[in-house]
Each structure stands twice: as C-alpha cells, then as structure tokens.
C-alpha cells in the first residue's frame, strides 16, 4: 500500500489539460474560459431613453412642446427635436437627433392630443439618457483568461452577438457501478440485493463540478459483460468503476482493465475508508477503480478524482488546504490507516472572552462505517484522524477536508 500523499503525486503525474474547444455560449456555463473576451461593439450601441418620456433639447425652455413623432424600443427616430417640439420615446428607444434629454411622461401635462406643458423647472441635460458606449466599449476586455463563466456572464456573451466562446472543455467521464447485488432505481429490491447508490451519487458529483457524465449503468460479474462496458467508458476523457477492486472471488475489474491495456498506476492506499482503490491509465484516459462501498466511493471522489478533474479542465492539481478544527468530544482511534471521518465544522464559533474569532469546532458524526451513507448526509467535512492507536480529547486540534467543493460552508 502506499500513502494518499503518495497516491496524490501519481494522479497528479497523469492527469493532464484537455486541449481548449469552442462551444456554444448555452452549453458554457461554469467552465473556465481559454481566452479573454473583447467585445466587438459599444454598449448601448446608440445614446438612448432610459424612461418612457419626451425627448427634448434641454437649453429650449418653450412652456409648450408640440409632440411630433412617437418611438418605441426597436424603432428609430425619423425626425430631429427642435425648439417648441418634441419626440416620445419609451424606454430603450434611440435619442433623436437635437435632443440631449428626456423629460419623464409623469412630468407634463396634456393640453390635447399633440401639446404638452412642460415642467416649468425645465430639465437638466443628460437627464433620462444613457450615451453610447456607457457601459463598455469596441475593443474593451470584457472577460479575462481562466475566468469561470456565471449566468451573467452568458448574459453579456449574447449582448455582444457572441454565439460560442473558447473555453477548457468539461470532462467526459464514464460511471459504471459494478456488483450482482446492485438494483436500478425503482426496481424492487430483492434478498441479498442493495440499491444502486454509486451510480447516482457519482452523477450528481460529476454535475457539481461541471463535468459531462456519461451512465453506463450497472455492470454484472461477468468478465465479458464487464469488458464490453468498460470498453466503452474507455472512450471518455475518464472512467471511474466502483466495486470489483478489491480481493474477493468476484473482484474481477482489475484483470478487466488489464486486458484492455490499461496501466495500473498503483492499488490499495493506505487510508480508511477507500483502501482498495485502483488508479490507471490508458493513453489520455484516466481510470479509478473505487471501492464499493458508498462513502469509500465518496471519499476517493472527493480525496483524488476532484483534483484530477480540475487538471484535465486545465487548473492547477491540488486539494483544497485542509482546515484546523476544534473537536467537541473525546475520541478514541485504533488502526495503521488514516481515518477520514464524516463530521460538521462550524464556522460560527466565537470565542467571546477573549472577543476573536477562534478555530471552528468539528463535531464527529456517529458513523457506522463505510457503508453508513446516511452519516454523510449530516456532514459537511471529513475530519482526519492521523494513523495510530491513541485518544484525543474534546478542544484536540484536527485538519479537516471539506465536502462538495465547500461552498455553502462559508455562507
């Protein structure tokens, strides 16, 4: 077995960029732009209304305006204001030529169908208009290098007429969940069967970091059903199988992977739980073999198969720092293994007497192994319990992974 450190240098060896693509900008969200953005036009492309009112030329201080033309978002002005006349624009309508402002419809006053009674404060110019090219202009970066596409983000791509943009492309991964005790969701579950939870779960991780996912449902122990699955997920840019890793009469997936020309990197790590987990390649295609049970598939996620993705998308390799947490109780720990246990740290603790913001406290979920995936569903981190036979005691200091990405750990 080698060390998770260990394991960490050789995915990080082998995963490498995928090479940048041009994608439509709706398929763009959340990845991580290849080039900056410039824009190719003013915005607003014209001086225009920014309120239904009458446009007018703010030095003419007529009482009364003679209305001479309407024009509605879409639609261009045919005439220029002049003095004792005016042009209704509505919001988002080009400025009309002679007009340097726009007098808002609540201001003034009917005298018939084409005379109004202008404020007698008149207006100063400027007022109700935005000038073109406000908000940006032609040749201006709108959007740098390695900056990760928001909604907004799309928003402005298609402001500026731009339908695809180059971008690190998501990964391509395969997910195949081994086992002849595995059923598909909705089906019943019959005796000595279990629910297919890595396959899902999987899929919904790969969602999370903006990977494309591709389901190749359950694969029997078979080593002909098993090859011709895993040939197949050997196509994407990676392929993760869970279960049939480890050394039972039915872990059959290493020899599999070995058949097809797969290296193996390493297998076993020490570290609990995934111990068993299998890591490969095959030309540009990486390969995780993880263990079956749930939070043993979750773990090795979280531990490996996040830093790789981030790798192939073309980041930096690397684990988030761990954290530094306070534990709230006592515990006790036996094993030659690290022990990632599922816990909730809380970064709201203060520390009043001494008025400053002190380490967070980490409280230990009662687990029940690597099976108990309902334990993850009450914690937001994994407390590291370093190898050994040892007590720590409530306040002990400990490093902490945090679980998807972290995000809502920091709200």
Not at 115 to 142: C, D, K, N, Y
Not at 174 to 190: C, D, F, K, R, S
Not at 225 to 254: C, F, H, Q
Not at 360 to 380: C, F, I, K, Y
Request: proline share 7%.
């Amino acid at each position: 077995m080698i060390s998770v450190d260990e394991a960490l240098q050789h995915v990080s060896r082998c995963s490498q960029p995928i090479p940048s693509a041009s994608i439509p900008i709706v398929a763009a969200l959340g990845l991580r732009l290849a080039e900056a953005v410039v824009s190719s036009v003013d915005s607003p492309p014209f001086d225009k209304s920014m309120l239904d009112g009458f446009a007018v030329e703010a030095s003419d201080r007529s009482p009364t305006r003679r209305v001479i033309e309407q024009v509605v978002a879409g639609e261009v002005p045919h005439h220029a204001v002049e003095p004792g006349n005016t042009i209704q624009v509505m919001t988002g309508a080009p400025l009309p030529e002679g007009a340097d402002a726009v007098v808002k419809v609540e201001d003034v006053k009917h005298l018939d169908e084409v005379t109004l009674e202008m404020p007698s404060a008149g207006v100063a110019s400027g007022t109700g208009i935005l000038r073109r090219g406000a908000a940006f202009h032609r040749g201006q970066q709108l959007l740098a290098a390695e900056h990760r596409l928001t909604p907004v983000d799309i928003g402005l791509l298609a402001e500026i007429g731009q339908a695809k943009v180059c971008v690190a492309p998501r990964p391509r991964v395969a997910v195949l969940a081994t086992g002849n005790e595995l059923v598909e969701i909705g089906q019943p579950v019959g005796a000595g069967q279990i629910g297919n939870s890595n396959g899902p779960m999987l899929m919904a991780l790969l969602e999370s970091v903006h990977a494309s996912s591709i389901d190749l449902g359950i694969g029997r122990d078979d080593p002909g059903e098993l090859k011709r699955l895993i040939s197949a997920g050997l196509e994407a840019d990676m392929l993760i199988v869970t279960g049939g890793v480890s050394a039972g009469v039915l872990d059959l997936v290493p020899g599999v992977l070995q058949e097809l020309g797969v290296e193996q990197i390493f297998h076993k790590i020490r570290m609990k739980p995934g111990k068993p987990l299998w890591f490969g390649q095959r030309e540009r295609t990486l390969v995780f073999g993880l263990p079956g049970n749930p939070v043993s598939t979750l773990v090795s996620f979280e531990i490996f198969v996040k830093p790789a993705l981030r790798a192939l998308g073309g980041e930096d390799f690397s684990s988030p720092p761990p954290l530094r947490g306070e534990l709230t109780g006592s515990v006790t720990h036996r094993g030659k293994r690290p022990t990632y246990h599922p816990c909730w740290i809380d970064f709201g603790r203060i520390d009043f007497e001494k008025c400053q913001q002190g380490l967070p406290s980490v409280e230990l979920m009662r687990w029940s192994g690597s099976a108990d995936l309902a334990a993850l569903t009450r914690a937001n981190a994994l407390a590291v319990l370093p190898e050994g036979d040892y007590e720590l005691a409530a306040g002990a200091e400990v490093n902490v992974v945090a679980l998807h990405s972290g995000d809502f750990l920091l709200k």
